[in-house]
């Protein structure tokens, strides 16, 4: 072994590490703290997949997925980036190969963490691990990679893309063309990832990463949805990524006063007729029957017509609107998770006790369940609980997710560490903090809150608090 082998062994295990000789032996003393975490994280996703059979399906908007990746064409409502991913997988003709897949990708998220971290900070491999340890052993996390939805890939993505651009101190203009590419993945999986690409330019400017590598990435960027909102034009008439008015006014619905808003013309029947303190959730409004935009019949009236009732409300009343976002943001750091509006169990992002088999009346595009679960895999799909490992899994899940205090000790570590370093403009640990923040803010501001919307942003909030700790003078 050389020494300059030698050099970068004793580097890569950590400060105060012996020089030990190359090979598998260096390579699992290095890293054996992780791999240890990691076979755990590896045991909890192969009970999910024993226990839950084939897969956990989020009600109809699951079934919208896998009907746009069968007939490959882009959904009115929404981004078509995981239906894209599920076409890409249909030749394995089923979803436990699908979710086995996400759960790798789970797995791979937790690596990037380790990985950034014992190379850009130089953190020892217990404190990288303890970083990456709420992707690998939070039991939500598992459960969101088990879904037939497109929240994890949009989290891989995202974290992939942070990852590459702290790899090294300062990105080429490939390694940015390859963030664009990345973050154009994301924002097709879901539409935050757009403000994600501008955080990303921003901090990119900020760190003085040059014109070329920043114009690269915003350029790739722009090539790839603009391509898709052409795509989109030819199915609806109307270049777009997808229908997003509808959750805009659906949020303002918790605190739109129409008489200090005085709507004049077709958006005062959007008028909700209940006092604030009395009306439901969000995603109420957009699809319970006596809701106001029910009346309104053609789909691209309501997206008129919920887009000008919900400029008008912010403009209006833009202190209600950040106070609403803002303050409902808050519940991700509660010790107890709960479903909006009221305290309890968050029922859809459990594993459950039991699970319904389909029906006819769960359907899209005119297909049931079981038709479009079985024209991707040849059968029909239905959850099957299976014990023992279904019940260890609900056991361990009582308490194994991170705490919504752990959660902002977390980010409050990343701001920290972006404090610490305001000379350099927060350094590194900026942009996986304003990732975080993005990924953790926006959701609830501009649609509603969900701990769904939570989880993506653990993975860099755990990058930036671990890169918080590196050593001043070294390059994080």
Known sequence: ??????????????????????????FLRAHLVFLVALAAGAALR??????????????????????????????????????????????????????????LLGLGMAGCVYAVLRRRARLPGWGATLAALPVLLD??????????????????????????????????????????????????????????????VVCLLLARAGWRPVLACALTAAVGLGGYAVWYRADYGTFGLGQSNLWLWARTMSFADCAVMRPAGEERRLC????????????????DADSPIAGVGKDADRERLSGAFAKLAIRSQPADF???????????????????????????????????????????????????????Q??????????PYAGWLRAYQEQGYLRGPFLAAILLAGLAGVLARWRRLGGPVLLPWAVAMTCLLLPPLIAAFDHRYVLPAVPVACLAAGLAFASRNRSA
Request: charged share 15%.
């Open 46 to 103: 192969l009970l999910a997949m024993l226990g839950y059979r084939p897969a956990l399906w989020f009600w109809a908007d699951s079934l919208v997925y896998v009907q746009a990746a069968l007939e490959v064409h882009p959904l009115e409502s929404r981004p078509s980036g995981y239906p894209f991913f599920l076409w890409l997988l249909r030749p394995l003709e089923s979803f436990t190969a699908v979710v086995a897949v996400q759960h």
């Open 272 to 287: 909700p007729d209940e006092p604030v303190a009395a009306r439901p959730a969000p995603p109420v409004y957009i699809w």
């Open 322 to 376: 950040l106070r609403t976002g803002l303050g409902d943001a808050l519940w991700s750091f509660e010790w107890t998770r709960r479903v909006y509006p009221a305290p309890g169990p968050q029922s859809a992002y459990v594993f459950p006790a039991s699970v319904k088999p389909f029906t006819g009346k769960t359907a899209s595009a005119g297909r049931s369940a079981p038709e479009l679960t079985a024209a991707y």
């Open 139 to 200: 039991v939500h996390m598992v459960q969101l990679e088990h879904l037939i939805m497109a929240d994890l890939l949009f989290a891989f993505l995202v974290t992939v893309a942070v990852t590459v651009l702290l790899w090294r101190d300062r990105p080429g203009v490939w390694t940015t063309v390859g963030v664009g590419v990345l973050l154009t993945g994301a924002t097709l999986a879901r539409t935050v990832g757009l403000a994600v690409l501008a955080v990303v």
């Open 1 to 26: 072994m050389t020494g300059t082998e030698t050099t970068e062994a004793v580097a890569e295990a950590g400060p105060g590490a012996r020089p030990v000789r190359g090979g598998p032996q260096t």
């Open 378 to 387: 040849g059968v029909r799909a239905d959850t099957s609980v299976v014990a």
